[in-house]
């Protein structure tokens, strides 16, 4: 019977991941520095009350690393589910010291504390990762747009002054009815 502490860790990203392979197996390996604070009521005012701050590094593996990697930004709110151990040794000052590591299983936002977009990973070759990422951002509607095609839009040669001709429909971004912009209804539906 395999012996392990496995947890499920909630808390901040407090400073950006950091990744590397491996130099035999040339493994990808992410890092992450996570800060978790207990909250508790305090039952004499009633007020909530933070407790003493616990730090984590936060080790991932493989295709977890390089998504991490890729997601995470310091502040962000995740959760984590690995398995925990300690690791001691003795600084340059002859003082011992002590981090706790947690071996992550998953990763992922916190969506208590805000909102995500997940987009599916698919495992490819390196040489043909950009198309697969291209063609994931543009089936998300999140694809930039090439230089030449904005070039052609803003460019209207049989109109005069180069307008936009009247009957091609417009998207400007905004609400037809309130001429409200779209970032500002989706701000308001946000129960933030």
Excluded at 64 to 69: D, I, K, P, T
Excluded at 83 to 103: A, C, H, L, N, Y
Excluded at 154 to 160: H, I, K, L, R, T
């Amino acid at each position: 019977m395999s012996q392990g502490g496995y947890v499920t860790l909630t808390g901040y990203v407090t400073a950006e991941p950091k990744m590397w392979e491996t130099a035999k197996s040339k493994t990808s390996v992410a890092t992450v520095r996570v800060g978790s604070t207990p909250r508790r009521v305090n039952r004499e005012t009633g007020e909530w009350q933070d407790g003493e701050t616990s730090y984590y590094t936060v080790k991932c593996w493989r295709r977890l690393a390089e998504n991490v990697h890729g997601s995470l930004r310091k502040g962000d709110m995740i959760i984590v589910r690995g398995k925990i151990s300690t690791r001691t040794w003795v600084d340059d000052q002859q003082r011992t010291r002590t981090e706790m590591q947690v071996e992550a299983d998953s990763v992922g936002h916190d969506l208590c504390f805000g909102w995500s977009r997940f987009n599916r990973g698919v495992q490819v070759p390196s040489g043909s990762r950009q198309g697969i990422d291209e063609g994931e951002a543009a089936r998300h509607d999140m694809a930039p747009v090439p230089d030449e095609d904005l070039a052609a839009e803003s460019q209207f040669p049989d109109e005069p002054d180069g307008e936009m001709p009247s009957d091609l429909s417009r998207d400007d971004g905004n609400d037809d009815e309130n001429n409200v912009p779209a970032a500002q209804l989706a701000e308001a539906a946000v129960p933030f």
